[in-house]
């Protein structure tokens, strides 16, 4: 790997991957420990819609997709508040619609010919300098909004009812934290692609989330393990010549794979140890 950093561009997918990997780590402890794992992927697929929009008009890619984006997340949120009964089936609505009508006003833009697996995978190993200040300025933000409000996010993961009895406001907190989500999918998704935003929101808060004794743990533990997720897929990349993004998938769908026959095992080993009364 380290013959690999002479190459400016393998130094800035390193320093983006990193960065993804602590911005992640914070939002998918709260993704995990919420339960919203299936909200940020209706975020993540609707936000296609932005893009097409912005492509078929000629508006700025990244406003006009965070702006569709933040809205189809708002729509999410109020809904998965007011009727969670139904709240997977209309976010998976708004999932697919979101996603077709991004594709079809791509294939609407005249003249204009663009490859929508760039956005699934991602082109992390073309990321330019302006889109690595971006995420830092944007991983900053994220830290000091979780930092300000860690105790009010904390009561709200774990505990709602107490939180309301604190005078947390619940909603109002919930729909911050949710557009901040948004807004952290679709700036991530244009360095590194949908299905990896996806991979390192839920895999290491998952495998984390076990061992971890606070919220705080749980995002520190998360951001370093996305982060060797990210460095070991880069090497691998680099040295059998494949793609970047789906190497550090496959990296940590193996690890999930592992924690997750880690956790079969013990389990078997305790029912063994103690065999449930007759």
């Given amino acids: ?9 393998m130094r800035n997918a390193l320093v983006a991957g990193l960065l993804a990997s602590v911005i992640c780590g914070i939002m998918g402890t709260l993704v995990v420990v919420n339960r919203i794992v299936f909200l940020s992927g209706g975020i993540a697929h609707a936000s296609y819609g932005g893009i097409g929009l912005a492509l078929y008009f000629g508006w700025p890619v990244m406003p006009a997709t965070v702006g569709f984006a ?11 508040l007011q009727a969670r009964h139904r709240a997977d089936t209309i976010i998976g609505v708004i999932w697919a619609l979101g996603m077709a009508l991004g594709i079809i006003m791509v294939d609407l833009s005249p ?33 000091a909004l979780v930092a300000y409000y860690y105790k009010d996010l904390l ?18 907190l919930y729909f911050t934290l949710i557009g901040m989500l948004a807004v952290t999918i679709v700036l991530v998704i244009q360095v590194v692609g ?8 839920t895999i290491p808060p998952f ?11 749980m995002m520190v533990g998360s951001s370093l ?8 897929g880069l090497w691998l990349a680099y040295r059998f010549n494949l793609t970047s993004g789906a190497s ?24 063994k140890h103690h065999p449930a009364a007759d």
Avoid: C, H, W
Wanted: aromatic share 10%; proline share 2%.
């Fill in 207 to 217: 495998i984390v989330e076990k061992y971890a004794r606070s919220l705080m743990q």
């Fill in 248 to 271: 550090i998938i496959v990296v940590a769908g193996i690890a999930f794979g592992i924690s997750a026959l880690i956790d079969r095992m013990r389990m078997l080993a305790r029912t």
């Fill in 194 to 201: 949908l299905i990896l935003v996806i991979a390192l929101l």
């Fill in 70 to 80: 933040f809205i189809a997340a708002m729509l999410m949120a109020a809904i998965s």
């Fill in 225 to 232: 393990l996305g982060a060797v997720f990210t460095i070991s």
């Fill in 1 to 9: 790997m380290l013959e690999a950093l002479q190459f400016e561009f």
């Fill in 155 to 172: 009561a709200l993961s774990y505990d709602e009812e107490f939180a309301r009895i604190r005078g947390v406001p619940v909603k109002g």
């Fill in 111 to 143: 003249g204009y010919n663009v490859d929508l697996m760039s956005y699934l995978f991602g082109s992390i190993l073309t990321v330019p300098p302006s889109d690595l200040l971006l995420m830092l300025a944007m991983g900053i933000v994220i830290a």
